[in-house]
């Protein structure tokens, strides 16, 4: 029996939501007096959701399911989401991603700091929950099989992180392309890459190993806000199928996890041809996501999917039953507020979706 439903009884009624974390200046940034350009909304009904953005002399408020300071840490952000990954084993379709502008945090909110365990980001600390929850489980008869998958979308081409690299090129370090990955819809609406490696974990171990190798495979560059800057779109998938014998009952869930990449402006002459067509490539696919998001908040019968590689991959998870959030991630640099505005309108945005009658709320970690 194919019978998705919550085991803990406290799965997040919401299919989709957005949060925003402001991150706090880095080494070389500095916000000189009276240039505050950030606030938070201090009334009853929106506090802990709101934020004002100045902007060429104008105030915009906006409202989220939750705004993080800069001071927030990676525990009570993902204190925020935990929930959602519980909606995994329950056998949902679950989605989070990262948006923002170079140099944000969407790295840092997905994967977190190398070596710091105070800092460690959303998917290592999804990982910990469900291979506890996986243990603590079982007492109730539910035994629970992981799989796990990365690829990276660079340049509209599919890149399978699990296995080693070939070569470099001169400017960007990436993977090699190696085989074309096609992507196919199963019948039970999952996504299936074609080719893609899958591997089987039983340990958390593991999962942090491939995690460690995929991020060191995956294409990064240098940008003017961010000396290792994520060229490629990153997709981490676990797949979660669980069985109960006493009860008769199996779930199959998916946690997709996301750590987009950003566009940058660059003027011709300050970058080389292979730095202008990857951002050229960014640009389009983050446009296709948008329009993709603006069909769905608007309603539109077609909701143009297939344009790209990113929206097919997360077609599943922006229909139906699913849930999907969305981090949206600014800077606290006042040089950056423009680039914030364009973040947050488009967090917005996503904060009208709904899916298939049913509210999308994006739960998009950054502001
Ligand atoms: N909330 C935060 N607290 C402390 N440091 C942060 C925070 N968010 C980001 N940083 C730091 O800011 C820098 C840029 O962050 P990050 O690489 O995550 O940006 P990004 O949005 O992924 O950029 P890109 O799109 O260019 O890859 C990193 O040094 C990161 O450690």
Same mark, same amino acid.
């Given at each position: 029996?194919?019978?998705?439903?919550?085991?803990?009884?406290?799965?997040?009624?919401?299919?989709?939501?957005?949060?925003?974390?402001?991150?706090?200046? !880095?080494?070389?940034?500095?916000?000189?007096?009276?240039?505050?350009?950030?606030?938070?909304?201090?009334?009853?009904?929106?506090?802990?959701?709101?934020?004002? !953005?100045?902007?060429?002399?104008?105030?915009?408020?906006?409202?989220?399911?939750?705004?993080?300071?800069?001071?927030?840490?990676?525990?009570?952000?993902?204190?925020?989401?935990?929930?959602?990954?519980?909606?995994?084993?329950?056998?949902?379709?679950?989605? #989070?991603?990262?948006?923002?502008?170079?140099?944000?945090?969407?790295?840092?909110? #997905? %994967?977190?700091?190398?070596?710091?365990?105070?800092?460690?980001?959303? %998917?290592?600390?999804? !990982?910990?929950?469900?291979?506890?929850?996986?243990?603590?489980?079982?007492?109730?008869?539910?035994?629970?099989?992981?799989?796990?998958? #990365?690829?990276?979308?660079?340049?509209?081409?599919?890149?399978?992180?699990?296995?080693?690299?070939?070569?470099? =090129?001169?400017?960007?370090?990436?993977?090699?392309?190696?085989?074309?990955?096609?992507? *196919?819809?199963?019948?039970?609406?999952?996504?299936?890459?074609?080719?893609?490696?899958?591997?089987?974990?039983?340990?958390?171990?593991?999962?942090?190993?491939?995690?460690?190798?995929?991020?060191?495979?995956?294409?990064?560059? *240098?940008?003017? #806000?961010?000396?290792?800057?994520?060229?490629?779109?990153?997709?981490?998938?676990?797949?979660?199928?669980?069985?109960?014998?006493?009860?008769?009952?199996?779930?199959?869930?998916?946690?997709?996890?996301?750590?987009?990449?950003?566009?940058?402006?660059?003027?011709?002459?300050?970058?080389?041809?292979?730095?202008?067509?990857?951002?050229?490539? %960014?640009?389009?696919?983050?446009?296709?996501?948008?329009?993709?998001?603006?069909?769905?908040?608007?309603?539109?019968?077609?909701?143009?999917?297939?344009?790209?590689?990113?929206?097919?991959?997360?077609?599943?998870?922006?229909?139906?039953?699913?849930?999907?959030?969305?981090?949206?991630?600014? =800077?606290?640099?006042?040089?950056?507020?423009?680039?914030?505005?364009?973040?947050?309108?488009?967090?917005?945005?996503?904060?009208?979706?709904?899916?298939?009658?049913?509210?999308?709320?994006?739960?998009?970690?950054?502001?």
């Amino acid at each position: 029996m194919k019978n998705p439903r919550p085991l803990s009884g406290r799965s997040c009624e919401r299919s989709c939501s957005t949060k925003s974390w402001v991150r706090p200046l !880095i080494s070389n940034e500095s916000s000189a007096e009276g240039q505050q350009h950030i606030s938070y909304l201090t009334s009853i009904d929106a506090l802990g959701r709101g934020i004002d !953005i100045m902007h060429n002399g104008q105030k915009v408020s906006f409202i989220f399911d939750k705004v993080f300071k800069t001071e927030a840490s990676q525990a009570e952000v993902f204190l925020e989401i935990s929930e959602l990954v519980q909606s995994a084993l329950d056998g949902h379709k679950v989605c #989070m991603f990262a948006y923002g502008q170079t140099g944000s945090g969407k790295t840092y909110t #997905m %994967i977190g700091k190398p070596g710091s365990p105070e800092e460690k980001g959303l %998917i290592p600390r999804c !990982i910990d929950q469900i291979f506890q929850m996986k243990h603590s489980l079982l007492s109730l008869g539910w035994k629970y099989n992981l799989k796990v998958s #990365m690829l990276e979308i660079y340049k509209e081409d599919i890149f399978d992180l699990l296995v080693p690299k070939r070569s470099y =090129s001169t400017d960007v370090q990436m993977a090699s392309p190696s085989k074309r990955y096609g992507i *196919k819809h199963d019948q039970y609406g999952n996504i299936e890459v074609s080719g893609l490696t899958i591997v089987d974990v039983c340990i958390e171990n593991e999962v942090s190993n491939l995690l460690r190798l995929a991020a060191m495979r995956r294409s990064t560059g *240098k940008t003017k #806000m961010n000396q290792q800057s994520s060229r490629s779109h990153f997709v981490f998938t676990l797949r979660v199928s669980g069985v109960n014998e006493r009860t008769q009952q199996n779930v199959e869930g998916v946690l997709n996890l996301i750590d987009l990449a950003s566009s940058a402006r660059f003027s011709k002459s300050e970058v080389t041809e292979v730095q202008l067509k990857e951002t050229q490539a %960014i640009n389009k696919s983050l446009f296709h996501l948008r329009k993709a998001i603006s069909s769905l908040a608007n309603k539109e019968g077609h909701v143009p999917f297939r344009d790209s590689k990113l929206t097919y991959i997360l077609q599943p998870c922006l229909c139906g039953d699913s849930k999907a959030l969305m981090f949206v991630n600014i =800077s606290s640099d006042p040089t950056s507020s423009g680039e914030s505005l364009c973040s947050l309108r488009f967090a917005e945005n996503v904060n009208t979706c709904e899916l298939r009658g049913r509210r999308l709320y994006g739960n998009w970690h950054g502001v």
